[in-house]
């Protein structure tokens, strides 16, 4: 039972462009998100987070949406530049749990490619 | 300087050898994690320790053994290696149980042949 879901494999853009990765997940207890970027034989990195508290979370040129009624979070990205071609992954914890221990249920991350 | 160090890079060996992959980690941090990414790329946690204590530890044959020695070190034992065994296992730490980001390692490709 998957219960973060990253339904998009891969995502092309142009360099300039907005890209728009998406996450849902199932469960309601999760209520700290969290968005990884990964190069090739390298490990995740965190890239930027949000609180269930919020709907938005802005830094640079990543912002993060969370639509908690329809369980989904966004990640955009503006502009696109060539050096953010990596696979990107979603991440759920529940954090306020007393037995969660951070545990990360990670999505199955999506292969953004941006063209010069 | 690296965060989180993983050792080896690649390991590959036949069926039924015992490996250890070890993990250190320099940020001083109390909490540390062992992932699992297998072909589907799904990274699914395995075990967590805190402090040296086991706090996590997800269904996973009894094969797979981690030992703490001390807070900067959590190494992975797998006995009796199987074919399905094959995979990037992924270190990663934080400050405390809950907090977040995690930090990863680099990652070890196990190949079983």
């Known amino acids: 039972d998957q219960q973060v879901k990253q339904n998009s494999p891969s995502l092309s853009v142009q360099e300039g462009r907005i890209s728009i990765l998406n996450c849902d997940y199932t469960?309601?207890?999760?209520?700290?998100f969290l968005w990884y970027k990964k190069y090739p034989a390298e490990g995740p990195t965190f890239l930027i987070s949000?609180?269930?508290?919020?709907d938005k979370n802005e830094d640079g040129r990543f912002t993060v949406f969370l639509n908690k009624s329809a369980k989904h979070l966004s990640l955009h990205i503006v502009p696109s530049q060539p050096g953010d071609s990596a696979v990107y992954f979603c991440?759920?914890?529940?954090?306020?749990?007393?037995?969660?221990?951070?545990?990360?249920?990670f999505g199955q991350g999506t292969i953004l490619t941006v063209h010069p | 300087d690296t965060a989180v160090s993983q050792t080896p890079k690649y390991l590959v060996t036949q069926m039924g050898n015992d490996k250890s992959i070890k993990c250190e980690q320099n940020?001083?941090?109390?909490?540390m994690y062992w992932y699992k990414q297998d072909s589907k790329k799904f990274l699914k946690i395995m075990f967590s320790?805190?402090?040296?204590?086991?706090?996590i530890n997800e269904t996973v044959p009894n094969r797979f053994s981690p030992k703490s020695p001390d807070k900067a070190h959590l190494n992975l034992h797998i006995n009796s290696l199987e074919l399905g065994d094959s995979a990037v296992y992924f270190c990663?730490?934080?400050?405390?149980?809950?907090?977040?980001?995690?930090?990863f390692g680099d990652g070890t490709r196990l190949s079983i042949l």
């Open positions: 990663a730490s934080s400050l405390q149980p809950s907090d977040q980001p995690q930090h």
């Open positions: 469960n309601s207890m999760f209520d700290y």
């Open positions: 949000i609180s269930s508290i919020k």
């Open positions: 991440a759920a914890s529940d954090n306020a749990g007393g037995t969660s221990y951070g545990k990360l249920t």
């Open positions: 940020l001083g941090h109390d909490t």
């Open positions: 320790y805190n402090n040296k204590e086991l706090i």
